[in-house]
């Protein structure tokens, strides 16, 4: 997975968290991409596609995902998710310390 590189101290925070939470979608659509080895036009197609009904029988469901790719995908976004997680960690105040020490 590709890592997030650190950002200076003095960079606003608000703009350092949006700017982690925009690239959010575009991170987690390349490892998917990589993990399920599709193109991003793949990527954007199985997005797309609904479940369906068997015309055999009524009560039968075409899934339009299989369980790998929906267990893959699960398994992406919270790898993806937890990176961004630990990339704010730097901004989440540390138990047992005093930020303004006087």
């Known amino acids: 997975m590709k ?3 650190p950002t200076p101290e003095f960079v606003n925070m608000l703009q350092d968290i949006h700017s982690q939470l925009a690239e ?3 991170v987690f659509r390349e490892h998917i991409c990589e993990e399920c ?23 039968k ?18 790898e993806v998710f937890q990176s961004l997680w630990t990339y704010c960690d730097k901004y989440r105040k540390k138990p047992g310390k005093d930020p303004d020490p006087k």
Not at 61 to 78: F, G, H, M, T
């Open 3 to 5: 890592k997030i590189p």
């Open 24 to 26: 959010f979608p575009v």
């Open 37 to 59: 080895a599709w193109s991003i036009p793949t990527f954007y197609r199985k997005m797309r596609a609904v479940d369906k009904q068997s015309e055999s029988g009524k009560n």
């Open 61 to 78: 469901i075409i899934p339009a995902l299989s369980n790998a790719e929906r267990e893959k995908i699960i398994a992406v976004v919270d």
